[in-house]
């Protein structure tokens, strides 16, 4: 299943970004993702956009799939879930299928995992034994592709990981929790991609039409297009609006400066048609 969300910005001057949400649960309607409104968040946050998310059950043949066309695209994705060490994870192991490497204990990895076995003992109060069975199994969790890098869990420790793939794609690989994974993500942002931010960069002007069905205004829309390089025309009709009823939300987005032209071309155009119009909104 895959949903995807384009921007205006989205083009060769930056890479796209995407998310990959893994796991049965998802798609078996169990639990709800959280992930991609928040990623959509963090990265609205820093001027950015989610340009396409996958959602794949726990078949390893899937997941490998999905994580190669993602480090083959030049893509900076994020993959959350499937990286615990139980026997329906199997995300680290189809991330080393996808990028024909092995996957090996990273150094860095064990030793995080190892200070919180140690933490967890003295919590409990018991003394730690690194040699008993569901420590060393525990270990697993560091077990990642060669070559990969560390992303830091501030909640218990056990990290993430990050791969690149020789077509330019990075996959950033974080768990299912959403109190783990989330600070993680910000991490990779903050640490890895502050030169792709674009704050003030990105505007969103519309206004809300009573009365028109969307195929009425398509041809407008298509000339705004047209004569306006760089900018996206929306439109998101209503049915049931609590407040407005039945009505299209028609909108701009793009640079501010791209968008102000256009925009006004926008209400130029409507006006023909007479339509009653309601509130006009902006969003940043």
């Known amino acids: ?25 998802i798609l078996s309607g169990k639990r709800a993702d959280k992930h991609m409104p928040k990623l959509i968040e963090l990265l609205s946050a820093r001027g950015l956009s989610l340009d396409w998310a996958d959602y794949v059950g726990d078949s390893p043949e899937r997941i490998t799939r999905t994580l190669a066309r993602a480090f083959e695209s030049n893509s900076i994705v994020f993959s959350c879930g499937g990286i615990g060490a139980t026997p329906d994870d199997h995300t680290r192991q189809c991330a080393g299928k996808a990028l024909g490497v092995d996957i090996v204990l990273h150094p860095q990895a064990e030793a995080l995992i190892r200070e919180r076995m140690q933490d967890t003992a ?14 060393i199994h525990r270990l697993n969790m560091g077990v990642f592709p060669v070559g990969a890098q560390i992303i830091p869990n501030p909640y218990n420790k056990i990290p993430g990981f990050t791969c690149h793939g020789a077509g330019g794609g990075a996959v950033h690989f974080v768990p299912g929790f959403p109190v783990m994974a989330w600070p993680m993500m910000e991490w990779v942002l903050d640490t890895h991609y502050p030169h792709l931010f674009q704050h003030d960069a990105w505007i969103e002007q519309s206004i809300v039409i009573y009365g028109s069905m969307e195929a009425t205004i398509t041809p407008l829309m298509e000339a705004l297009e047209r004569d306006f390089d760089g900018i996206k025309i929306f439109s998101l009709p209503s049915v049931d609006h609590p407040v407005h009823g039945r009505h299209i939300e028609l909108g701009v987005k793009g640079a501010p400066e791209k968008v102000a032209p256009a925009y006004a071309a926008m209400l130029a155009g409507l006006q023909p048609f007479g339509f009653k119009l309601g509130p006009e909104m902006v969003r940043k």
Do not use: W
Request: glycine letters at 8%.
């Open 122 to 135: 003295k919590e409990q109060g018991v003394p730690y034994e690194p040699d008993r069975h569901d420590n």
């Open 1 to 25: 299943m895959t949903q995807t969300h384009p921007h205006p910005q989205a083009s060769k001057a930056r890479p796209e970004f995407g998310l990959i949400i893994v796991g049965d649960e």
